[in-house]
C-alpha cells in the first residue's frame, strides 16, 4: 500500500472537538472519547464514516448522539472503525477502547516508560490509544481527563491549560485539561507517573505570565537545570527574532528513558528522550549540551512553526520540521559562534544526507508517494529541508524573508498548510516568481556545480563559468536546472576582497539559475582566487579548477570562516583520495607537507578562536573520504590513508601541538558554555593529533588525559582516543569509567557506543558480549542505538567486514528486533544508505544480509519497505 501525494482528497467528515477520559490502570486501562463530528463541506457527501485504529479493540458498541450502534450499523477491525450512514449532519459518537500500555514495545500510542504511562503519536500513534480521523488536516480542541491511583501516578498531564484536579475514593485522583488551540491528534499527549519536577516560570513579551515545569525521574532535577535555562532563552529568542509569543498558561517538558526519537512537541506538552534533558558536568560532554539546547529549542519552535501551523498531510513534513530545524541553527548559532555552527551542520549534512542523497534511499525534500511515513522522518525532509529555508532567506533577502514568514504567520495560523502555502507568501513578500525555487522540494539528488576560470590578463577580466548537473535519483531519471544561491567574493594578491562589480554579479551572491552560465569580472589588476559557496550558502557538490596552493591561500586568508575550513577540507580530501589510490595499489599513504604547514599556521594565528581551530585541524572523516571517492569503496583503504596523513601532520606539527595541549588545560570548576567548550573541543582535538601514533607513549597521554579529567567531556576525550590504542590502558579506562557510571544508563551509552567504534578486528565479538551485558537492553532504544546503532553507523571498518560478517549481524538484529519495535529495527537499516557504492566482494555479501532481511515472513511496513527500496 503506498500513498501519494497526488491523491490527496480533504477529509469527508470533520472533528471539532474531542473529550477524552483516560483511566489510567495497568493492564485494564480504559479510553472513552467522545467526538463531535461533522460532514466536511470541501468532502464528498453520503460516504461511510471511517476511523483509523491499530491495533486497539472497542471495549462495547459506540454510542451515536448517546444510542448504541446496532450491530449492523458498523464494523470494527484492528485498523478501523467503519459506520456505514452516519447522520448528514453534526453527531457525536463516543468510543471506548481497552489498552496495555505495559505491552506496547513499538513505543507508538500509549505505552510505560519506567515510573510513567506516556504517548507518542507522531505521526499515527493517535489510532493506537483511541479510533480517530488520524491525518493532520483534521483538527479538533480537547478536552483530557485523566484518572489514575495517586501512589501510582501522582503526576498527570496532558495538552493546554490545567483547568481541574481533585481525589476519589479508592487512592485515586484525576486531572482535568484544556487546549484551547485546534490541533491535529498526532499533537496529543498524556503523561502519568512518579516524577519528580523543577520548576520555573517565563513572562512573555506582552506580560503574560507562564509557569514552566520539566518532570524527570525522582533524584534527577539537578540535571535539569540546563534544559530549564535553555527553554527560557528560547522562548525569548523566539520573541526577539521571529516575534513569536508562548500561547498557554504553562509550559510542561517530561523526560522519559523509553522513546523512539529524540522528542516530540506535542501542544505545552512536550515529551523528551532523557537525554536531551538531562545534564551534569559529570555526566554530560558539551556535545550532550549542545544538543541539549538543540533540541530544547527545536520542540519549542515547533509551538508556532508545526503547532500553531501544521502540516496539512504528511508529504509537507518538511514544512514544519525543515523550517524548525532552520530555526533552532539560527538559535544556536546567535547563541554560540555563528561559523562553528555551519560548520558542524554542514558536517551534519554531508554526512548523512549527501550520502542518502546519493543512494537507494533517495527522496525529494517533499516525497511524493511513502509506504510507511516513519521512514521520511530523515535527514534529507529535515536537514535539507532547513538547507532550502536558508536558500530562500539569501535569495529573497533577511528582510523579505522576516516579512514572507509574517505573512505564514497570519495568514495559516490555526491551519493545516502545504509547501506552496508557504512558499507564495515570501513570494508575495519579495514580489519574486519562485516557481523554479520549488524544485528544490521536488527534485531529489545533490545538485552538482563545477566552477571553471579564464583569466584575460590584457583586459583585467576575469570570467567565471559555472555548470549545474542535477544526478538521477530513484524514480527521478530527468532533472530541471534548479535555481542555485551561491555567496561569493574575490581575493586580490593580499587575500583582501575585491570590490565586486560585473554583470549580474552584485553584492557577492551569483544566482545560477541555467544549467550553465558565464559572469564577467572586469578592471582587476591581477588574477583573483575564487571564494564560492560562502557559508555553504547552497547544499551542492562544488568542484573548481582552484589549485591546492589556491586553497592553502583561502585557508588562510578568506574572509569567510566557512570557507576558510572549507579550502582545508578540499586540500585535505584531495591528498586523502590520492591516497587511498596508493594504498591500494600497495603503497604506503601519502601526505603532503603544504597541508602541514598550513595547519602549523593556523595554529600560530592568535585571531582564530579556539573552536574554529579544532574545526579546522579536524581531517575530513572516513565517511567524507567515502563518500567523495563514490563507488568501489574499500573502507580499509581509507582508514589507513586517514591515520596515515593523521600521523604524518601530527609529526610535522607536533612542538606546536605540545604546547597548544599544554597551554589549554584548565583547572577550574565545570561550565558548558561555548567558549570554555571550545577550549576543550581544541584540546581533545590536539591529543588526538598527539597521539595518532597509537603507540606506548600515546596510550600513557590518553590515559593521564582521562585520568585528570574533571568532567565528561575530558573524560570521554580520553576514552575516545584511547579506545584506538590497543594497550592495557585501554582496558583499564573502560572498566574504570564502568565502575564510576554503573547504574547510570545514559552515562553506559556513551562507554557501549565508544566499544563499538573501535577500529579493530575483534570489535564485532566485543559487541555481541557487550549485548550480553547488564548496562544492555534490546527493549531500549537508546541501548540499541549506543551500542548496535554506533557500530553499524560509525564504525566503517568493522561494519563493512569483508567477510561480511558486520552485515549479517545487523540483520539478524534487524530480523529480532522489528517484530517488537519496527522503527527502531527499521532506522538500524539505514547502515545501508550506500552499500551499492562499497568494492563488489563487500557489495555482494551486503546484498546478501539484505535479500535475507527481505526473504523474512511478517516484515513490518518500515522494515519492509526500506529492504525494497535498498534492493530496487
Ligand atoms: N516531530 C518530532 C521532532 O522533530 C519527531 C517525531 C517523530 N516521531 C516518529 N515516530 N516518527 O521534532
Ligand atoms: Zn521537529
Known sequence: ???????????????????????????????????????????????????????????????????????????????????????????????????????????????????????????????????????????????????????????????????????????????????????????????????????????????????????????????????????????????????????????????????????????????????????????????????????????????????????????????????????????????????VERISDVRGLRAIQFVEDAGPFAHPVRPDTYREINNFYTATVYEKGAEVIRMLQALIGRDAFRLGMEFYFSRHDGRAATIEEFIACFADASATDLSQFLLWYSQAGTPEVAATSSWDEDTGTYTLNLLQTVPKTPGQDIKKPMVIPLAFGLLGMDGEDLPIGGDNAESGLIVLNKAEHSFAFRGLNSRPVLSINRTFSAPVKLTTDLTENDLFFLARYDSDPFNRWQALQTAALRVLIRSVHAVRGGNRPLNDPRLAEAFASAIADPEIDPALLAQLLALPSETDIAREIGNDVDPDAIYAARIGLKRALARFVRGALADLYRGLVNDGPYSPDARAAGRRALRATALDLICAEQDDASAMLAFAHYSAANNMTDRMSGLAVLSGIDRPERDQAFADFYKRHKGDALVLDKWLSLQAVIPEAGTLDRVRRLMKHEAFSMANPNRVRALIGAFAASNPTQFNRADGAGFDFLADIVIDLDPKNPQVAARLLGAFRSWRALEPGRRGRAEFALKRIAATDKLSPDVSDLVIRALA
Open 1 to 339: 500500500r503506498s500513498v501519494r501525494l497526488s491523491e490527496y482528497r480533504p477529509p469527508d467528515y470533520l472533528i471539532d472537538q474531542v473529550d477524552l477520559d483516560v483511566v489510567l490502570d495497568g493492564d485494564k486501562t480504559l479510553v472513552t472519547s467522545v467526538l463531535e463530528i461533522r460532514p466536511n463541506p470541501e468532502g464528498r457527501s453520503n460516504v461511510p464514516l471511517v476511523l483509523d485504529g491499530d491495533e486497539i479493540t472497542l471495549a462495547g458498541p459506540p454510542l451515536l448522539d448517546n444510542d448504541e450502534l446496532t450491530p449492523e450499523a458498523y464494523v470494527e477491525t484492528p485498523q478501523a472503525l467503519r459506520i456505514h450512514m452516519p447522520p448528514k449532519r453534526a453527531f457525536s459518537l463516543k468510543i471506548t477502547t481497552k489498552l496495555d500500555p505495559a505491552k506496547n514495545t513499538k513505543l507508538m500510542g500509549l505505552y510505560r516508560s519506567g515510573a510513567a504511562y506516556c504517548t507518542q503519536c507522531e505521526a499515527e500513534g493517535f489510532r493506537r490509544i483511541t479510533y480517530f480521523i488520524d491525518r493532520p488536516d483534521v483538527l479538533s480542541t480537547y478536552r483530557v481527563r485523566i484518572e489514575a491511583g495517586r501512589k501510582e501516578a501522582p503526576v498527570l498531564l496532558s495538552n493546554g491549560n490545567p483547568v481541574e484536579a481533585g481525589l476519589l475514593p479508592n487512592g485515586r485522583h484525576y486531572a482535568v485539561w484544556d487546549d484551547p488551540w485546534p490541533k491535529p491528534c498526532y499533537l496529543f499527549a498524556l503523561v502519568g507517573g512518579d516524577l519528580g519536577v523543577v520548576r520555573d516560570s517565563f513572562v512573555t513579551v506582552s506580560g503574560r505570565h507562564v509557569g514552566l515545569a520539566i518532570y524527570v525521574e525522582h533524584g534527577k532535577e539537578d540535571r535539569a537545570s540546563y534544559a530549564m535555562d535553555a527553554l527560557k532563552r528560547s522562548m525569548k529568542w523566539d520573541e526577539d527574532v521571529f516575534g513569536r509569543e508562548y500561547d498557554l498558561q504553562v509550559f510542561n517538558i517530561v523526560a522519559v528513558s523509553d522513546f523512539n526519537m529524540g522528542a516530540m512537541e506535542n501542544k505545552g506538552l512536550n515529551v523528551f528522550n532523557d537525554k536531551y534533558v538531562l545534564a551534569s558536568g559529570d555526566t554530560a560532554t558539551d556535545g550532550d549540551y549542545a544538543g541539549i539546547e538543540a533540541v530544547i529549542a527545536h520542540e519549542y519552535f515547533h509551538n508556532w512553526t508545526g503547532n500553531r501551523i501544521t502540516c496539512r498531510d504528511w508529504f509537507q513534513l518538511c514544512l514544519k520540521e525543515g523550517l524548525t530545524v532552520f530555526r533552532d541553527q539560527e538559535f544556536t548559532a546567535d547563541m554560540r559562534s555563528r561559523p
